[in-house]
């Protein structure tokens, strides 16, 4: 079955950097375009990027763009999201999911906190 | 503020059918067929339920039906269970500038 498994959060001091991974399998993970969707403590989701399934194309909700970037290794199976410039409003559990396109986000993994604090 | 618009709360009895609204505009829900929704229950992930307007995942009930007229879709969940007690959240492709929306979330209440 899909297993999206993600690692990396933890507690950051505003202006730091953090770099979260996603470990899948269970799929072909080089066929499928992938995201990440983040939700700030007690609040909705919010699309935070994308990446077509052979790395060809990147895109960024305007919040991050600039100080975050999306990348995948289909060789190791793994989805990763470098963040820099950490503020405090990028507090968050951060979701790596695959989806079709822009169009739909069809499996979650069980998700990050990322905590930005002094 | 959200990019696109539900109420922040909908309450219905079990057996009952209820609807959740999403409003947008034409640079999202009206421009596209591209609309999907997420059930998430407290401390749970979300879930797919309702993918390109109105077709479902393998898995999920055909009690829950999707629609859009205009700039607006909606969620219906018919024959209302406890276990339908959860937040929903819709999301709109929103082309090659914004990319994805999503809406503030709806709190269903099943009384």
């Known amino acids: 079955q899909v297993q999206l498994v993600e690692s990396g959060g933890g507690v950051v001091q505003p202006g730091g950097s953090l770099r979260l991974s996603c470990a899948a399998s269970g799929f072909t993970f080089s066929s499928y375009d992938m995201h990440w969707v983040r939700q700030a403590p007690g609040k909705g989701l919010e699309w935070v990027a994308f990446?077509?399934?052979?790395?060809?194309?990147?895109y960024y909700a305007d919040s991050v763009k600039g100080r975050f970037t999306i990348s995948r290794d289909n060789s190791k199976n793994t989805l990763s999201l470098q963040m820099n410039s950490l503020r405090a409003e990028d507090t968050a559990v951060f979701y790596c999911?695959?989806?079709?396109?822009?169009?739909?986000?069809?499996?979650w993994g069980q998700g990050t906190l990322v905590t930005v604090s002094s | 503020q959200s990019a696109l618009t539900q109420p922040a709360s909908v309450s219905g009895s079990p057996g009952q059918s209820i609807t959740i609204s999403c409003t947008g505009t034409?640079?999202?829900?009206?421009?596209?067929?591209?609309v999907s929704w997420y059930q998430q229950h407290p401390g749970k992930v979300p879930k797919l339920t309702i993918y390109d307007v109105s077709k479902r995942p393998s898995g999920v009930s055909n009690r829950f039906s999707g629609s859009k007229s205009g700039n607006t879709a909606s969620l219906t969940i018919s024959g209302l269970q406890a276990e339908d007690e959860a937040d929903y959240y819709c999301c709109s492709y929103a082309g090659s500038s914004t990319y994805v929306v999503f809406g503030g979330g709806t709190k269903l209440t099943v009384l």
């Open positions: 034409s640079s999202d829900v009206g421009g596209y067929n591209y």
């Open positions: 999911c695959s989806g079709f396109h822009l169009y739909y986000f069809d499996y």
């Open positions: 990446i077509r399934y052979d790395g060809s194309n990147k």
